[in-house]
C-alpha cells in the first residue's frame, strides 16, 4: 500500500533554514508527479510545490518562490522541500502528496513552526 512518511519539520527562525523529506514506499515513486501541500490552523490546505516524475519541471505558490526549492531523489525514493528565510506566516502542517489513479494519498505531515 502507498505510504508517504514526512519528517524534518520542528521549530525554526525567521531568516532560518529547514529541509522536510517524505519517505515514499507501496508504488513506482519515480512515474509519479509529486507535491508538498500546508495548511495552517483555520486555514484550507494549499498546495506549497510541485515537482514531475523526473525532477525537471517544479512549480511554486507565489508566496514561497525564491525561498523554497522542492526536489526528489527517485533512486531513495524520497522527496524534499528546502525551506530557506521561511516567515512566521509559513507556520503550518506541512504534507506530502501523489495522486495516484485519481487517489490523492497523503503522508502524517510534520509540523513547521517560524518563531523567533
Known amino acids: 500500500q502507498v505510504q508517504l512518511v514526512e519528517s524534518g519539520g520542528g521549530l525554526v527562525q525567521p531568516g532560518g533554514s529547514l529541509r522536510l523529506s517524505c519517505a515514499a514506499s507501496?508504488?513506482?515513486?519515480?512515474?509519479?508527479?509529486m507535491s508538498w501541500y500546508r495548511q495552517a490552523p483555520g486555514n484550507e490546505r494549499e498546495l506549497v510545490a510541485y515537482?514531475?516524475?523526473?525532477?525537471?519541471?517544479?512549480k511554486y505558490v507565489d508566496s514561497v518562490k525564491g525561498r523554497f526549492t522542492i526536489s526528489r531523489d527517485n533512486a531513495k525514493k524520497t522527496m524534499y522541500l528546502q525551506m530557506n528565510s521561511p516567515k512566521p506566516e509559513d507556520t503550518a502542517v506541512y504534507y506530502c502528496?501523489?495522486?495516484?489513479?485519481?487517489?490523492?494519498?497523503w503522508g502524517q505531515g510534520t509540523q513547521v513552526s517560524v518563531s523567533s
Open positions: 515537482i514531475s516524475s523526473s525532477g525537471l519541471v517544479t
Open positions: 507501496g508504488f513506482t515513486f519515480n512515474i509519479y508527479p
Open positions: 502528496n501523489v495522486k495516484r489513479s485519481d487517489v490523492n494519498y
